[in-house]
């Protein structure tokens, strides 16, 4: 029956979340946007991630016996919402963590459990990462190009029990602060990537192991993207996630987990944007009247309000057809990762019109959200991967199906 | 729990409903609209509405006492839907009878539903007419005038885009309270039978779209309403049983945007897959598949927030009508503009009466006008804002 009331627990999460969103990260917001301009690699605010560890909010995606929640994909989306209307790449930390151990959690060994994931348990610090694009192979990872010239080139060579890793990553969200990471390596050249290619586990202290510079982005600051390398990084063939060559597989892909996740991040930023304008279009007054007394503010702010309800309408049902997979389509996911973008540079383009001249100072917020609004054109795929892949699925469709 | 299934019975009427439209409506759907052009009174298809009472459709609104399922917003979208995408003029016909049996049911007093529910559910070609405001209009732009009378009313005035005026035997009217009776704008909302002395049809708007849904003038001459015919809390003003019915249905307006827009996307790719140019199906050409996409996009996030509100309106714990006009307003605003990227799909025959494009574009134009024009409910969702908590 079709329902859309949260659980009790996933009420309980959202307002746990939303009043450390609110009362922990929304103070430094602005002074920690302004550091990252002149120290990308330094403006991260650790103290804000210690107290969401004392939360238990950086956990949640671990497995229950772990003392985690084991999040399933729709309350990840709701709780990610939350973070992600005060500081959108703060938020996204949250993503990346919650979802990789998770992964780890639900595929990873005993052994590995126990090497990685305790100590990440126990550690208010430890973040995770996963590096998978390359200078040279961004799309065709995401839109599997099946050609064996394209895709990851990252090498990883076999040598007794181990795996010898050479090469780069870059863009790398959260690289610059994680201790674990999951790194992508071609364990088979001659075949396609898709087909070819593993996830090897490892801590940042690993001979060989180093992080390069911290991308110096537009928005999104507090996500630290950055660059691994890895020269003669040696892995035991125990730290293979998963099989050998299975590194993009379904299982690797957290069954299409991320789409909607990703989606989140631009109902969110959209959805900060629209709360500070609301404010400021309520408390700011102009030839004797709040600013929302005039009609041109009041319809801008319904037509932000409505492309957020669609946008979220849409991602509650991708993620919950994640989580009851014989629903599953990756088409739907794919609508709200689209979707969300479009709204969310709307919404932060109508927010800054709402500010007047000042929003695009740095003075309001207005331009921030616009600038991590745009950090959705990109994530996971390109906004017109998106759509591709929307288009060319419409041809074996059942008409009688749409 | 969030849930997206539809209960068994719902899936069940859904079906029902989808291949009455394929059957029974969208083989004449064609003709039916030409023939309007010379004669806008003509072209209503009786004796399909009588099929669909017949099959129990009609009276799926009411209480079950009354014959009826007691049918909620959200199944009243996805059935509407079905009969969008089949012809628009129909099922907004059919909508209208929904929507005001619904109202008396639910706020209607006991003698009222008793009148006039039998007639209705034993009558397979009873339509109801919509002279009210709607979800999304103001008290202030009523001419219809009533002054009191005894323990009655009396009507004046004139009524346009009176909804099913031709085909409708009984109305539904809103009326502002004239003289000292009447507080600053009060409305009162009366039940007026067809056949009510005072009361004539007057002219068939002659429209571009959606010309199956007769909808016409409606002159009102010293026409007496006793008092018990005027829904008890009817008032205009927001506060009242029918203001607050008319919010909770408001994601039915969404469903006409959404069944158009589905139907001119069928159609897109159906003929995208036949149409070859440069060599190969035009589907297969990018910028095909984008434009294909975006329509896709469209259509269904269109559904999904439909779907959402319409379900906050079943279970009124989290009600906020907020998202009822959000959904009307992201659906009607969704589908003209994907019959448009339609027409362009089509190239050249998109622009021809041979195709169905043009008339699923012309249909879906109605949407900017569910009562009053669209940046006036753009204005109204705005004005909520004002006080309302984030």
């Given at each position: 029956m079709v329902d859309m009331r949260l659980t009790d627990e996933q009420l309980e999460l959202q307002s746990l979340v939303r009043e450390y969103s609110r009362e922990v990260l929304k103070p430094i917001v602005a002074e920690c946007d302004r550091k990252s301009q002149s120290d990308p690699a330094g403006c991260f605010p650790l103290d804000a991630l210690k107290a969401a560890s004392k939360l238990g909010l950086r956990t949640l995606g671990l497995p229950k016996e772990l003392g985690?929640?084991?999040?399933d994909t729709l309350t990840h989306c709701i709780l990610l919402e939350e973070v992600m209307a005060v500081e959108p790449g703060f938020a996204a930390t949250f993503h990346q963590v919650w979802r990789l151990a998770q992964h780890i959690g639900r595929e990873g060994t005993e052994e590995q459990k126990k090497k990685f994931l305790i100590p990440f348990a126990e550690d208010d610090t430890c973040l995770i990462s996963i590096g998978q694009t390359e200078p040279e192979s961004g799309t065709d990872n995401t839109f599997p190009y099946?050609?064996?010239?394209?895709?990851?080139?990252l090498s990883a060579v076999k040598q007794g029990g181990e795996w010898v890793l050479n090469g780069t990553k870059h863009f790398v969200a959260c690289a610059s602060l994680a201790r674990i990471f999951i790194v992508l390596g071609r364990?088979?050249?001659?075949?396609?990537a898709p087909d070819g290619a593993t996830q090897f586990l490892m801590w940042g202290?690993?001979?060989g192991f180093r992080i390069g510079r911290t991308h110096d982005k537009?928005?999104?600051?507090?996500?630290?993207n950055a660059e691994l390398i890895l020269e003669n990084v040696r892995v035991p063939e125990?730290?293979?996630?998963?099989?050998?060559?299975?590194?993009?597989s379904d299982k690797a892909r957290h069954y299409g987990r991320g789409a909607p996740m990703v989606a989140t991040f631009g109902l969110g930023t959209a959805r900060g944007a629209y709360e500070v304008a609301l404010s400021y279009a309520r408390e700011t007054s102009r030839r004797g009247k709040p600013?929302?007394?005039?009609d041109a503010i009041a319809m801008r702010l319904a037509d932000m309000l409505m492309l957020i309800e669609a946008t979220r309408s849409a991602i509650w049902r991708a993620a919950w057809a994640v989580d009851n997979r014989?629903?599953?389509?990756q088409r739907d996911s794919a609508i709200a990762s689209y979707f969300s973008t479009v709204c969310a540079r709307s919404v932060c383009e109508n927010a800054m019109q709402i500010f007047?001249?000042?929003?695009?100072?740095?003075?309001?917020p207005a331009e921030k959200f616009l600038r991590d609004a745009l950090?959705?054109?990109?994530?996971?795929?390109t906004v017109d991967v998106r759509l591709l892949k929307i288009g060319r699925s419409l041809a074996g469709e059942l008409v009688s199906s749409l | 729990m969030v849930d997206f299934i539809l209960t068994e019975e719902q899936a069940a009427l859904k079906e029902l409903c989808r291949n009455f439209g394929e059957q029974q409506l969208q083989p004449i759907a064609d003709e039916l609209d030409k023939k309007a052009g010379e004669?806008?009174?003509?072209?209503?298809p009786w004796g399909v509405l009588k099929e669909f009472s017949s099959l129990g459709l009609?009276?799926?609104?009411?209480p079950e006492k009354w014959?009826?399922?007691?049918?909620g917003v959200l199944t009243h979208c996805v059935l509407l839907e079905e009969f969008m995408a089949a012809e628009a003029g129909f099922a907004a016909a059919v909508h209208q009878s929904w929507k005001l049996a619904g109202l008396i049911a639910e706020c209607g007093t006991e003698e009222q539903v008793s009148k006039y529910i039998p007639i209705f559910s034993q009558d397979d070609t009873f339509l109801m007419g919509d002279g009210t405001l709607g979800p999304?209009?103001?008290?202030?732009?009523?001419?219809l005038a009533a002054t009191r009378e005894g323990s009655g009313w009396v009507i004046d005035g004139n009524k346009r885009f009176v909804a099913c005026g031709p085909l409708a035997k009984l109305f539904i009217v809103d009326a502002k309270v004239t003289g000292?009776?009447?507080?600053?704008g009060e409305t009162i909302t009366c039940i007026v039978p067809k056949?009510?002395?005072?009361v004539r049809p007057g002219e068939v708007h002659d429209k571009?779209?959606?010309?199956?849904?007769l909808e016409s003038e409606l002159d009102f001459e010293k026409c007496r309403i006793p008092g018990e015919e005027v829904l008890s809390d009817?008032?205009?003003?927001?506060?009242?049983a029918k203001s607050r019915y008319f919010a909770k249905i408001a994601p039915t307006l969404g469903a006409f945007g959404v069944g158009i827009a589905r139907a001119a996307l069928e159609k897109s790719i159906e003929h995208t897959l036949e149409r070859v140019q440069g060599g190969k199906?035009?589907?297969?050409h990018d910028v095909v598949s984008f434009r294909l996409a975006e329509m896709k996009v469209d259509v269904d996030v269109a559904r999904d927030l439909v779907w959402r509100a319409a379900c906050h309106s079943d279970d009124?714990?989290?009600?906020?009508p907020r998202l009822g006009l959000t959904s009307v307003l992201f659906a009607s605003q969704m589908a003209p503009r994907v019959c448009d990227m339609a027409i362009q799909l089509f190239g050249?025959?998109?622009?021809?009466?041979?195709?169905?494009v043009q008339k699923y574009w012309r249909d879906a134009l109605?949407?900017?006008?569910?009562?009053?024009t669209h940046d006036t409910a753009r204005l109204k969702l705005g004005r909520l804002m004002e006080t309302e908590h984030i």
């Open positions: 985690g929640r084991d999040i099946r050609g064996v010239d394209g895709g990851i080139k364990t088979d050249p001659h075949a396609p202290d690993t001979p537009l928005g999104g600051a507090l996500l630290m125990s730290d293979i996630l998963m099989g050998v060559n299975e590194g993009f600013l929302i007394q005039n014989e629903y599953y389509l007047g001249k000042d929003g695009y100072t740095r003075k309001f950090m959705t054109n990109h994530i996971n795929n | 004669d806008p009174e003509g072209p209503f009609k009276n799926l609104p009411l014959g009826g399922a007691d049918m999304i209009s103001s008290p202030e732009d009523l001419r000292a009776a009447g507080g600053m056949e009510t002395s005072g571009m779209g959606t010309r199956l849904f009817g008032g205009g003003n927001g506060s009242g199906p035009i589907f297969e009124q714990r989290d009600y906020d050249g025959y998109g622009f021809m009466r041979d195709y169905p109605m949407c900017l006008f569910h009562g009053e």
